[in-house]
């Protein structure tokens, strides 16, 4: 018989910066020790580290506390030094730079009390057209992104903070967002075997967690997403690899697994196929349904005691190796902030001869305005942001559009001036940009969209504030950009 409640296998998030009493009390009754936490739950510093200390007094000794701090647009906690986009590590191609970097990652994660970090993300991104991966992943070289993310991993390990590898057994091929619909990649094992495997495979003895991806392989297993299947994490994952650290689905919530299983079904079928926790985002009914399902299927014997006490001790095992304890990082802060602005500066990579126009040249800068957030990256720039990028330039007129997909270049002035397009947007632009014909492009965010543009350009990878200085300072003549796109952006 189990001597745990099933709640301890479930993730569950919460409402707002400050932990509420009807919250607490929810937490305690659940019996609950794992939050994630989210853009909403981020105020303050201080009101974050009155947050974590409420958290820990509640969750226990053996709290797991997670966040997506992965680097570029994915960075919830931005008070802390904000890291590059993985693609901008691997445009600057520096293992040593990219282990830098996850280590003061972890030291500011760390120095609140978060003690898991979802990442860093080992998808390949070898599908330009993915609309969810993009810049998130290191390249589209497996070899490549398995060096550096296991650079970075090392940083963070060593700096006390667990790293949870995402998403297997890959989503860089797809071209649908999990969080909307379910994607399908129609590979053979040995396809997988070659490409989307290979960093899984090549970091799965040192990555203490992985996240599953909701994604089916229908050659794999033809009725289940990779979160739910059987012959993907007991097969693949468990059996064949041996693989014996955490195992964390992505979160039930997203359309892919909830409008086709639902929460119960899904959290006791993840289970089954060989994770050890289920994400169970949402109000605390439908978190609940999520922990009812499990304690009805160990009641039931449909989980066996065995199943949820090895998950269990596996998730005791990471609390134990990274524990949810608050550490000062004053004195390494601003360092760390420096080393940022300079692993940015370092990914800028220009293409097709891109040069800056003289700063008394007569320019036009063509930009989108605000950007919202799609819940999964943070909001884009602002439209003034990229404005400003341009201050020192004595004859800089700017047109502002409300979508720069629906640009027509027809009615962009022949009058002289050197047209400069800033793309502040994630989305590749479509059919409407084949006809432009900018004499710069800059993509401050999804570098793909230089497939879209002909013409010389040049890719930030992101736009933290260290990207946009180091955009500035090579539009101003003070830096080079030397980094190197992934094979076939060009």
Request: net charge positive; aromatic share 8%.
């Given at each position: 018989?189990?001597?745990?409640?099933?709640?301890?296998?479930?993730?569950?998030?919460?409402?707002?910066?400050?932990?509420?009493?009807?919250?607490?009390?929810?937490?305690?009754?659940?019996?609950?020790?794992?939050?994630?936490?989210?853009r909403k739950n981020i105020g303050s510093e201080d009101e974050v580290r009155a947050l974590m200390r409420d958290l820990i007094d509640v969750l226990g000794p053996e709290a797991l506390i997670g966040i997506d701090q992965e680097g570029g647009a994915v960075v919830r906690v931005t008070f802390l030094p904000q890291p590059p986009s993985a693609m901008a590590l691997g445009a600057g191609g520096d293992a040593a730079r990219a282990e830098a970097v996850g280590a003061a990652v972890a030291r500011g994660l760390k120095s609140l009390g978060i003690n898991w970090n979802f990442a860093p993300v080992l998808d390949v991104n070898n599908n330009p057209a993915n609309p969810v991966i993009g810049e998130r992943s290191f390249s589209n070289d497996p070899a490549e992104v398995s060096r550096l993310a296991a650079a970075w991993m090392r940083g963070s390990l060593r700096e006390g903070v667990a790293c949870c590898v995402k998403h297997f057994p890959g989503h860089g091929d797809t071209h649908v967002d999990s969080h909307h619909a379910l994607p399908t990649v129609d590979k053979s094992r040995a396809e997988l075997d070659a490409l989307e495997l290979v960093p899984f495979k090549a970091l799965a003895a040192q990555a203490p967690a992985m996240m599953t991806a909701h994604i089916v392989y229908p050659q794999i297993d033809p009725d289940r997403p990779a979160t739910l299947s059987p012959e993907l994490l007991g097969g693949i994952l468990r059996r064949d690899w041996g693989y014996d650290g955490v195992v964390i689905t992505d979160a039930l919530m997203m359309k892919a697994v909830a409008e086709r299983f639902g929460y119960a079904r899904s959290a006791v079928m993840a289970i089954e196929a060989g994770a050890d926790m289920v994400l169970a985002q949402g109000s605390p009914a439908e978190q609940l349904v999520a922990i009812n399902a499990l304690r009805e299927a160990f009641a039931s014997g449909r989980l066996t005691p065995q199943q949820g006490d090895v998950a269990n001790a596996r998730l005791d095992r990471l609390a134990a190796a990274y524990p949810a304890q608050p550490v000062d990082d004053a004195a390494a802060r601003a360092a760390d902030h420096a080393l940022m602005a300079e692993a940015w500066a370092a990914g800028l990579t220009a293409l097709r001869g891109a040069t800056a126009p003289r700063l008394d040249a007569p320019l036009r800068v063509i930009v989108q305005g605000d950007v919202p957030t799609d819940m999964v990256s943070e909001a884009g720039p602002t439209g003034r942001q990229a404005v400003a990028l341009f201050d020192r330039f004595t004859d800089a007129q700017v047109q502002m559009v409300d979508d720069i997909?629906?640009?027509?270049?027809?009615?962009?002035?022949?009058?002289?001036?050197?047209?400069?397009?800033?793309?502040?947007?994630?989305?590749?632009?479509?059919?409407?940009?084949?006809?432009?014909?900018?004499?710069?492009h800059i993509a401050l965010w999804n570098p793909y969209q230089a497939l879209d543009v002909a013409g010389p350009t040049l890719l930030s990878w992101g736009f933290a504030p260290g990207a946009l200085a180091g955009i500035k300072a090579w539009l101003e003549g003070r830096t080079q950009a030397g980094g190197r796109a992934p094979q076939g952006l060009n």
């Open positions: 018989m189990s001597t745990f409640d099933p709640g301890r296998l479930v993730m569950v998030d919460i409402p707002g910066t400050r932990l509420d009493a009807e919250t607490a009390a929810f937490l305690r009754e659940q019996k609950i020790r794992s939050v994630c936490l989210f997909a629906k640009l027509d270049w027809a009615t962009v002035p022949r009058d002289g001036r050197a047209n400069v397009l800033v793309s502040t947007r994630r989305a590749r632009y479509g059919a409407a940009s084949k006809g432009w014909q900018p004499d710069l």
